[in-house]
């Protein structure tokens, strides 16, 4: 609707009362009561292992259903993970693996139905042997990727590579193709490095109704086993392949991204860790420059990115925001704000109101946004977490305590991953219990995550064609960069059948969610075009623990060793216990992961082709794309919301 110029005046001011008291994005300020020490994604009634419910980190599936289960199961040792199978088997059970953490979006862990079971790995968390002088740890697969980290450096060995998050289990993340970046050696993907897998699966009633299997390096269910999705069993033990320990060497340097299609080609193979994250409405990119440096080379540098830090640790700096709010001719140079015709006057005259935003969470503010439907709030909000980021180095220290200065030189150990909310249960300074920002019971961060991999052949092209997307309507980007832009990752084709089946750049996109369901996103068509425009016009196949459900429909057609692990799934499971209806859509087996009905476009459940699968009611219709023409897009209809208001214009 059109806004008066008093009302625009107002909606400035308490953008600039943001911009100048929010110096830290919310994602750290103390919530007003703290969470238990940790998060459980099983939750049972009777008894705590029967009528249970599971979920993941975030409290939310994409498709918003509650999984149920009629059981739970904590197997301590090998032989009560066969138990469990067992047990599973012999009674025709659905049953599925859930991890501690539980941080796929997608439903991974859920049985199906409400008489499945679930058996969880978090007591199969202990190191089975470090091989110091051939180089192998095997593990539980319910160890956490940093406890593995730690235990291989202290035998001085290090894994060469791992995702940026430290708090997944080693089962989790095969189970998904979790990776790093890189492309050089064997790649940035965990499963790369796996040489030996114990699985459980069913079997026969001669043989107990389950068996361990031994997969060594050369049997040939192996790379069927080193990303399953879970289907084939639950894991129990995995060895992995690790190298010396070594240093890398981390700079950070932001330039124009007018040469990013040229860039994406070539900078994997000139850095061995590098990455790259685009701020399309900025124009900028940020380039990773990180390296392998002599182990002799000065330096102790550690990563504990701000992102995975906990609420309480960072609560002193809540207290300091009241301080600086008084100087907003300084936040207005920090953000680079040249609008003369703005004035400060009204909020600086309400400081009392100061408290109400710095203590609200974080989708207070994102929710704000979106009601009020003001792109240049949103645009200048977007610059406040990078702007963070980058002023605090990312939370890269030199020496584990202050940033001084690039190159960060560190121990790979110490570089490779982090994520401190997940382990820390007290804020460290007598305030509250501390917990990671998305954690649901704070009612933090929600929103949508998606990741897919685009042939690096073909990467170029794609980043020009968004590039464009992004000219038509550079605004409509801002809510990408208020969750950090557009995080690229370089990831080798892999050994595993249901890992990338050839080198590839991987897109990761955070953006905004609505507790509410259907709730309409302000540009949401921009980011189902980019996404149709990756599937469809370029190939790309969608990270399977991070997407929603339209992403998933036919995309196994895209493995060119599918029907091979089909094969090995049946010899493993000939009874489909381990399936479920969600991993029976994915695999191409029945049906369809897509969910078609009235308004589901909204919440990416399918690709509308009817107006009713937007929101016309609101003004949101189905649409072809504006770049993509083949994409189909709920799209908002300007002329139709100015005939509903009478209107001539809007904001």
């Not at 060119?560 to 799934?569: G, S």
Request: charged share 20%; glycine share 8%.
């Amino acid at each position: 609707m059109r806004l008066g110029a008093m009302q625009r005046s107002k909606a400035m001011g308490v953008l600039r009362l943001l911009l100048a008291c929010l110096l830290i994005p919310a994602i750290y300020l103390l919530p007003a009561n703290g969470p238990p020490p940790s998060w459980e994604p099983i939750a049972c009634t009777d008894g705590g292992t029967s009528n249970c419910t599971v979920t993941n980190t975030y409290g939310s599936f994409p498709d918003r259903s509650v999984c149920y289960a009629a059981s739970a199961t904590y197997p301590l040792t090998e032989e009560e993970l066969v138990a469990a199978v067992a047990a599973a088997a012999a009674a025709r059970q659905k049953a599925k693996a859930a991890t501690r953490h539980a941080h796929s979006f997608t439903k991974l862990a859920c049985p199906g139905g409400r008489d499945g079971t679930v058996i969880s790995t978090r007591w199969l968390n202990r190191t089975v042997r470090v091989d110091v002088e051939r180089r192998l740890v095997t593990v539980e697969s319910g160890v956490v990727l940093r406890d593995l980290i730690a235990v291989a450096a202290a035998a001085g060995l290090a894994l060469p590579h791992s995702p940026y998050w430290d708090g997944l289990t080693v089962g989790g993340l095969l189970a998904t193709g979790a990776h790093g970046s890189s492309l050089w050696g064997k790649g940035g993907a965990v499963h790369e490095y796996v040489v030996g897998i114990r699985i459980v699966t069913p079997a026969p009633a001669s043989q107990g109704f389950a068996v361990v299997r031994e997969l060594g390096a050369d049997h040939p269910d192996l790379d069927a086993a080193k990303v399953s999705l879970g289907v084939l069993g639950i894991i129990s033990q995995v060895t992995l392949s690790l190298e010396p320990m070594f240093k890398r060497s981390v700079t950070f340097v932001t330039r124009d991204d007018s040469d990013l299609a040229e860039k994406v080609a070539v900078w994997g193979h000139l850095h061995e860790f590098g990455d790259m994250t685009w701020l399309p409405h900025q124009h900028k990119v940020v380039y990773r420059q990180d390296d392998r440096v002599d182990i002799s080379t000065p330096g102790d540098g550690l990563n504990d990115f701000l992102g995975f830090r906990p609420f309480g640790k960072l609560g002193s700096i809540a207290a300091r925001v009241v301080g600086v709010c008084p100087q907003i001719k300084q936040a207005k140079q920090a953000f680079d704000v040249h609008d003369a015709s703005v004035s400060y006057l009204w909020f600086t005259k309400k400081a009392s109101e100061v408290t109400m935003f710095y203590v609200h969470p974080i989708e207070d503010s994102d929710e704000w946004l979106e009601e009020k439907d003001v792109d240049l709030a949103r645009c200048l909000m977007a610059r406040l977490p990078m702007w963070k980021v980058q002023r605090e180095a990312y939370g890269f220290t030199n020496d584990g305590v202050s940033f001084t200065g690039y190159p960060v030189v560190g121990f790979q150990h110490r570089i490779q991953a982090s994520g401190a909310c997940s382990i820390s249960t007290a804020s460290g300074d007598g305030l509250l219990p501390s917990t990671c920002a998305w954690d649901p019971r704070v009612r933090g961060q929600f929103f949508y995550s998606s990741g897919f991999s685009v042939a690096l052949s073909k990467a170029p092209a794609f980043i020009a064609d968004a590039q464009r997307l992004r000219d038509l309507n550079p605004r409509a980007f801002c809510g990408l960069e208020g969750k950090l832009g557009v995080f690229m990752r370089y990831v080798k084709a892999s050994s595993a059948w249901l890992g990338k089946a050839e080198d590839s750049l991987d897109f990761d996109v955070v953006y905004y969610r609505s507790y509410r369901d259907g709730a309409l996103r302000r540009h949401a068509d921009v980011v189902d075009e980019l996404e149709q425009m990756a599937l469809r016009k370029y190939g790309a196949v969608p990270h399977w623990g991070k997407n929603r459900n339209f992403a998933f429909d036919g995309v196994v057609a895209k493995y060119p060793k599918a029907e091979e692990f089909l094969r090995v799934k049946d010899r493993y499971d000939p009874n489909g216990i381990f399936s479920s209806e969600w991993s029976d859509q994915v695999l191409g087996i029945e049906g369809s992961p897509s969910i078609v009905g009235k308004g589901c476009a909204i919440e990416g459940l399918c690709v509308c082709s009817d107006d009713s699968h937007c929101a016309p009611d609101k003004g949101y219709f189905c649409r072809p794309g504006k770049v993509y023409k083949e994409a189909r897009v709920c799209l908002f209809d300007d002329s139709y919301a100015r005939r509903r208001s009478g209107t001539v214009d809007e904001l």
